[in-house]
């Protein structure tokens, strides 16, 4: 028991350090003693004992100064060994005088070593040796210090002492008479002791050592030692032969000290073999297996990966694997590994790698970090597979999905795809973005995150449907109320929601397009607006309005209309409003209609229309057309004011005036009867009688002639308003031009008795106009030529044929002439020929103006040739419905 | 002598009446005047009437009425009716109604007396 030691020392620590201590001095074979820290005896060998004549162990735990009463309590060894424990240094051979009492002094060599035992106390290893004959005390002493030495720096080990160039074995310890199989051996040459040894080079190296004299040092040998009958154990040592020499310098001995690593070389091949059966196995697996250290670096690649390369042990080191990558992909992969490596963390990259053969093909390339059973990282150790065809498949929908995605991404219709219960917003193109009024960073959010306001807003429940039902939804013009700017817009959109499927049938998303129609809903609604106002405006109005689209269909009517029809607004639809024209004026209208909606021109007609009791009323119709910016028809707007009082006022002024123009006509024709009677009786009495010579004769002629110029004055007032109310109405009734200007030309020669008015017909032709209208313009023409010729006879009337179907009738006087200035505004209406005397070329000035007006409604011409004071002619030229020479 | 040829003036102004009759004998025809219409149709049967001369406004008669029912009075519809107006258009309507002419008031003695013989000699 080690009794100082107690308080430091668990008990199984003592016992360790107890037999540690015996070990020590089992194995040695010289007087020798173990002491602790407080040089207490821990152990001592038997030959200690013996010489200094002591029991076995009954000092044990015994100060070493107390054994035999102080047998050692000597100055100098105390100092001695106070001083090792101080500098923890060993003491050799030191010669110090040991009273062996009736033996009286005697000189002790003196060996001290401090080694540390397993539970890390330190110990003191003391001999003390007995000096004997010089020589031979030097010579044990040499080889004793060398064993010493050993002991000390290898023990426990299997040492051994061979003597002489026999290898005599002299000294062994336990542990190596126990190694060659506790044979007895002192005193027995190696080859003798051992004679397995000789067949396996040990006995030639010992001869080598002892004759050369150099140190041999073996490493993890293996040797096969006899344990037994028939029984050999192979062992692996590693052993030192070192020479011993002596004091001549001379070898005399080999010191052999051998430790045997067998169980470390098996462990080791063990552990190669095993490595090597995994190595064959790592490198049998169809896959690229890879280790780096914990700098990242490749430390390891299976076959697979030289193979499939073609890249050397060398090239693929470190991060020389990164250069068979694709260019495009080796810095991503590169990232994504350091990254990982750099976090500890799993790693996965698939890029392309060159195989030998100079393709690229896709590979997965997957990585753990690796740590060991202390938990330190080591390393990453991962795998790469083939994944070309699955990466080219994936590739093909990639690139479709990310044509798709381009194009919706270009599209300028608002596209968005929700995956998902969430609806997740797994793509939105700008113009979606644009039109939620949000940014990109909604992308990947679920929608009612992304666009909160949507809440109350019923779109969310109707996509949950669509992905619960598969149905598309169709929006049109909802409106949607969201928020841009930090302000809610309302705005009407068509949209749809359209599910997507995968390839199994399976919906995973909502296809969202989307199209705003806000700008076409709100003109709508302002259209709508002010149709309303329309309405309500046109049937306040009092005429009756209708409306048609561009081609001339009705589309409304004013109430005004049905009150007028009786009829319901369909009902008049169907019928057109067209069929209640008068069938006077209806083929009339229908033809201006047509050209109206033809040419987009406006029309204005004065038409009869039958109310709901059959009676036709007087209305003034006008047309117009609503244009659109381009110019072309949006619809026509139909007003019908009614005009019939109107029309009665024109009807009993137009009665009044021919009242007028009877009644002044009426006296007229008494008088002028009258005047004629009594100039028929003069020019009776003159012819009878001799000649009255009362100016009775001529002031009747001048009666007469006034009350003719009187009742053309008052007939062309009448015509005259009737041209200003566009009132003058034709007759068209086909008759011989020739014989129309031949009675005119008669009727005028009754009264006319100054002129000669020759008539000259070119051919016989028939016209198509209103006869009296036409025999006025002759009367003008005639009395014209008359009025400004008075100091001429002749006017000559001549009927030509200006073309294949017109037919001129001229009026050729030689009176005073018009001066080339005054050619067109002589057909004005009030003007007339200025001259002198007036009251000689009297009236309103409207005679040719009105001429101008009856031809020109006939479609023909009329023209003049004049000089001033060289006569006029006037003409007009009428279409002929039949020419005859 | 041959026979007097009978004019009968149907005019409601007694001064065209008048005039015409004065005008009409002194060219040598027999003339009788009446300012009712109505009795026109009786005074030619009665008369023996050789032409009417006949206006075509006569207060509240409208003088074509006049000559259609003439037309067609079967005893008299043969008899020549001049139709006068001072509507110097009225022409056309008067012929419509079966006037064998028209002259405008105020008129010409000439042109109304070239007119009847041309009626007269037409219907011979």
Redesign the interface.
């Known amino acids: 028991m080690v009794e100082s030691d107690a308080t430091d020392l668990s008990e199984k620590e003592e016992i360790i350090l107890n037999k540690y201590a015996s070990q020590l001095t089992q194995t040695i074979r010289e007087p020798l003693l173990v002491l602790d820290k407080k040089l207490r005896v821990l152990s001592g060998t038997s030959n200690f004992y013996s010489s200094f004549k002591l029991e076995e162990n009954s000092i044990n735990g015994v100060s070493v100064f107390d054994l035999n009463e102080g047998q050692l309590n000597n100055p100098d060894f105390r100092s001695t060994l106070e001083e090792v424990l101080k500098t923890d240094e060993g003491i050799n051979n030191k010669i110090i005088e040991i009273d062996f009492r009736e033996k009286g002094k005697k000189q002790v060599s003196l060996n001290v070593s401090s080694i540390w035992s397993p539970v890390k106390k330190r110990l003191l290893l003391v001999s003390l040796k007995k000096l004997k004959g010089k020589n031979k005390i030097s010579k044990k002493k040499l080889v004793f210090n060398q064993v010493f030495e050993n002991i000390l720096s290898k023990a426990p080990a299997a040492i051994c002492a061979l003597r002489g160039p026999d290898h005599i074995f002299e000294l062994a310890n336990e542990n190596y008479i126990e190694l060659i199989g506790n044979r007895d051996i002192i005193g027995k040459s190696v080859k003798e002791a051992v004679p397995e040894a000789s067949g396996q080079g040990f006995i030639e190296l010992l001869d080598k050592v002892y004759t050369t004299g150099e140190p041999y040092i073996g490493d993890e040998t293996k040797i096969k030692l006899k344990v037994g009958e028939n029984k050999f154990k192979r062992s692996y040592l590693n052993f030192v032969y070192q020479p011993i020499r002596n004091q001549q310098g001379e070898v005399d001995g080999i010191f052999a000290h051998v430790v045997d690593v067998t169980e470390q070389v098996e462990a080791r091949e063990k552990a190669q073999k095993s490595q090597d059966v995994l190595s064959e196995v790592i490198d049998a697996v169809p896959a690229i297996i890879w280790i780096t250290d914990n700098e990242g670096m490749s430390t390891f690649l299976n076959k697979k990966w030289y193979s499939y390369t073609g890249q050397n042990i060398e090239e693929a080191k470190g991060l020389g694997w990164l250069k068979p990558i694709h260019p495009e992909d080796v810095e991503d992969t590169k990232n994504a590994f350091l990254e990982a490596h750099s976090q500890q963390k799993d790693y996965s990259s698939s890029f392309r790698l060159l195989n030998k053969r100079g393709q690229y093909c896709w590979v997965l390339d997957k990585g753990s970090p690796k740590f060991n059973a202390a938990g330190e990282y080591e390393g990453m150790i991962g795998t790469v597979i083939d994944i070309n065809d699955e990466k080219i498949k994936e590739n093909l929908v990639r690139e479709k999905d990310h044509r798709l995605q381009g194009i919706v991404q270009e599209a300028t219709v608002a596209t968005a795809i929700y995956t998902g219960e969430d609806m997740n917003i797994e793509l939105a193109n700008d113009a979606m973005i644009a039109l939620w009024g949000k940014d990109k960073s909604v992308i990947g959010i679920p929608l009612y995150h992304a666009l909160p306001e949507l809440d109350g807003q019923p779109f969310l429940d109707i996509l949950r449907n669509v992905l619960k039902t598969g149905e598309i939804y169709w929006g049109k013009e909802e409106k949607v109320d969201l928020m841009i700017d930090g302000e809610m817009h309302t705005g009407y959109y068509n949209f749809t929601y359209k599910p997507l499927r995968d390839k199994n049938g399976d919906i995973y998303g909502i296809l969202n397009m989307a199209i705003d129609v806000t700008d076409s809903v709100k003109s709508k609604m302002l259209l709508k607006e002010s149709e309303f106002h329309f309405r309500q405006m046109a049937d306040l109005m009092p005429g009756m309005v209708s409306k048609t689209d561009a081609k001339g269909n009705d589309i409304y009517f004013n109430k005004n209309w049905l009150d007028f029809t009786g009829k319901s607004s369909a009902s008049l639809r169907e019928i057109g409003w067209i069929e209640y024209i008068h069938p006077e004026e209806k083929n009339t209208f229908i033809k201006e209609w047509e050209n109206c909606i033809d040419t987009g021109c406006n029309l204005e007609m004065q038409l009869r229309l039958k109310n709901k009791e059959g009676k036709y009323i007087w209305h003034l119709s006008r047309c117009e057309a609503v244009k659109e910016d381009d110019g072309s028809v949006k619809m026509w707007i139909a007003a019908n004011t009614e005009i019939d009082k109107i029309k009665e006022e024109e009807k009993r002024k137009e009665e009044f005036l021919k009242m007028v123009s009877h009644e002044l006509k009426t006296p007229v024709t008494s008088i002028k009867g009258y005047v004629q009677l009594l100039l028929s009786l003069l020019k009776k009495q003159q012819e009878e009688a001799e000649t009255s010579k009362l100016p009775l004769k001529p002031s009747l002629e001048r009666i007469n002639h006034q009350v003719t110029r009187l009742t053309r004055l008052i007939s062309e007032i009448l015509d005259l308003s009737r041209v200003r109310e566009n009132q003058l109405e034709l007759r068209n009734e086909e008759f011989s031009l020739n014989d129309l200007v031949a009675e005119t030309i008669q009727d005028i020669n009754y009264t006319n008795t100054q002129h000669k008015i020759n008539l000259e017909s070119e051919m016989q032709c028939n016209v198509l106009a209103d006869r009296d209208r036409i025999g006025q313009v002759i009367i003008n023409f005639v009395m014209n030529a008359i009025k400004y010729s008075p100091g001429s006879q002749n006017i000559n009337v001549k009927i030509t044929r200006e073309d294949k179907n017109r037919v001129r009738v001229g009026v050729k006087d030689f009176g005073i002439g018009i001066g080339a200035e005054n050619h067109k505004k002589i057909f004005n209406r009030f003007y007339r020929v200025g001259v002198k005397s007036e009251e000689t070329y009297s009236g309103f000035g409207i005679g040719l103006y009105l001429a101008k007006e009856i031809i020109e409604r006939h479609n023909g011409d009329i023209q003049l040739k004049s000089k001033l004071g060289e006569g006029s002619e006037f003409s007009f030229i009428l279409n002929a419905t039949q020419i005859t020479s | 002598m041959e026979k007097t040829t009978k004019i009968l003036v149907v005019d409601d ?1 007694s ?2 009446g ?3 009759k ?2 009409l004998e ?1 060219y040598g025809y027999e003339v009788t005047v009446t300012e009712k219409p109505l009795i026109a149709e009786e005074l030619i049967q009665q008369e023996k009437i050789d032409l009417v001369l006949l206006d075509m ?1 006569i207060s509240g008669v409208d003088g074509t009425d006049v000559c259609a029912g003439i037309r067609e009075n079967s005893e008299i519809a043969e008899t020549p009716v001049l139709m006068m ?5 009225a ?2 309507k008067c012929k419509k109604a079966g006037a064998n002419d028209f002259i405008a ?7 109304l007396t070239v007119r009847i013989e041309k009626i007269l000699a037409d219907r011979e």
């Open positions: 102004d001064g065209i008048e005039m015409l004065t005008l002194f406004l107006s001072a509507l110097h258009d022409g056309p008031k105020p008129f010409e003695v000439e042109d």
